[in-house]
């Protein structure tokens, strides 16, 4: 058998009388399978202002928070009281950080029929990606650990919201009516509102006896089909499907959160501030290797929710 560099191995046998045998060419695609990768949602949920502020890890953000004046009655002829600014702050700190890293040999960079280079650049950036994605949502769901139990906070680990269509069940466009209702009441702003729950939510809302497949509640609105999101509003929530949510033990099962909120809730900067190649002092090969760094806050726990449930 022999190989030459480029795509093909080839390989000689004797068959029968004759001379040259049989000829069987291997050939190697130069189109990689790349793997599947998950959607990224956080940055689309999250208030992103602050991107262009931060450099590196350690880096802090400090965001003024709006004075609250206070309102009194006023008597003709009497003193009037001022109110003292004050210039509390919130601070977002850069302290989440992930690296990747990676060796290219001589000889893979030289005879090699792909760009293994170009596409492990890309795998890495994906998978920092992912890993940011799921560490900004886990921090959402965190801050709103103070409010379970009340409006914003639904269903808990020992009790959850029990998703469905039969009897005692919950309708899933119900839930997310009382989670624009609950958002409502502490004031939060009807445009920039989000939804981000599992596949499974979203299957259900497809449900043939769900009201979504209604004529009439669709006129003029989005839709889901096949459990897909939909590109319009529904009960005025963004809605975004994500297999990066948090988990929680329900029912002697592992099971997804839903969270809920609106935009100016949390804030998350990220920076990718180092890529650099170096050469490998013990082989002949270049390494790659990455940074990236970010942080993320929730600002306003009032506008930020999240829904503990179970789909049997």
């Known amino acids: 058998m022999a190989k030459f560099a480029g795509s093909s191995t080839y390989n000689f046998a004797l068959s029968g009388n004759q001379a040259n045998g049989f000829f069987i060419p291997e050939i190697y695609s130069k189109k990689v399978q790349i793997a599947l990768r998950k959607a990224a949602v956080a940055e689309a949920v999250c208030n992103t202002d602050y991107m262009g502020e931060i450099s590196s890890f350690g880096d802090t953000v400090n965001i003024i928070k709006e004075p609250q004046i206070a309102v ?173 949510l948090p988990t929680n033990t329900v029912a002697s099962a592992t099971r997804p959160e839903a969270l809920f909120g609106h935009m100016s809730s949390t804030a998350a900067a990220s920076s990718m501030n180092k890529v650099e190649t170096v050469r490998d002092t013990g082989t002949f090969s270049d390494i790659v290797r990455g940074l990236m760094v970010w942080g993320r806050k929730v600002l306003r726990p009032e506008v930020v929710g999240k829904i503990i449930y179970k789909i049997d």
Not at 129 to 153: C, H, K, Q
Request: aromatic share 8%.
């Open 72 to 244: 009194a009655d006023y008597t003709r002829g009497l003193a009037v009281t001022s109110t003292n600014l004050t210039d509390a702050e919130l601070v977002l700190t850069v302290n989440q950080a992930k690296s990747f890293s990676f060796k290219i040999d001589d000889l893979e960079k030289r005879f090699s029929h792909v760009n293994f280079q170009a596409i492990a650049a890309d795998n890495a950036a994906y998978a920092l990606r992912d890993a940011m994605d799921a560490n900004i949502l886990a921090a959402i769901s965190a801050g709103v650990t103070e409010n379970v139990g009340t409006s914003l906070g639904m269903g808990t680990t020992a009790a959850p919201i029990d998703i469905g269509f039969a009897t005692g069940e919950i309708d899933p466009l119900n839930q997310m009516a009382l989670a624009a209702k609950n958002l409502d009441e502490a004031n939060a702003p009807e445009d920039g509102r989000w939804f981000v729950a599992a596949p499974e939510w979203y299957n259900q809302l497809s449900n043939s006896a769900s009201k979504l497949l209604s004529v009439d509640f669709n006129a003029g609105q989005g839709s889901i089909r096949n459990g897909l999101v939909a590109s319009g509003l529904l009960r005025g929530f963004q809605m975004y499907k994500s297999n990066n």
